[in-house]
Nanobody
């Protein structure tokens, strides 16, 4: 079992900054790609940013230049630095990861999700 625990959400004024963090724990061989998704009320969950194990990143167009994703492979953590926040960034943010587990000689992958952390941008 792999668990993801997020932290760092909260209330911030427009133009402000927040940093989200997520740590993977449990039994696994390796953590592959990690990322952040968000879901606003009445909307579908969408990708915010994703980072591969070797550090390659991709971002949603709406956050490019404002958000930065990073990871620490040794600690199995991923962070999202969010700057110049806008009210439209308000959502529940979910950490995601691809866990890799050896099972009967086969390296199996599975998507794992955190429970989500609320980010509210409002004056």
């Amino acid at each position: 079992q792999v668990q993801l625990v997020e932290s760092g959400g909260g209330l911030v004024q427009p133009g402000g900054s927040l940093r989200l963090s997520c740590a993977a724990s449990g039994r696994f061989f390796r953590i592959g790609a990690m990322g952040w998704y968000r879901q606003a009320p009445g909307k579908q969950r969408e990708l915010v940013a994703r980072i591969s194990r070797n550090g390659s990143t991709n971002y949603a167009d709406s956050v490019k230049g404002r958000f930065t994703i990073s990871r620490d492979n040794a600690k199995n953590t991923v962070s999202l630095q969010m700057n110049s926040l806008k009210p439209e960034d308000t959502a529940v943010y979910y950490c995601s990861a691809v866990s890799q587990v050896w099972r009967l000689g086969v390296l199996e992958e599975a998507d794992v999700w955190g429970q989500g952390t609320q980010v509210t941008v409002s004056s």
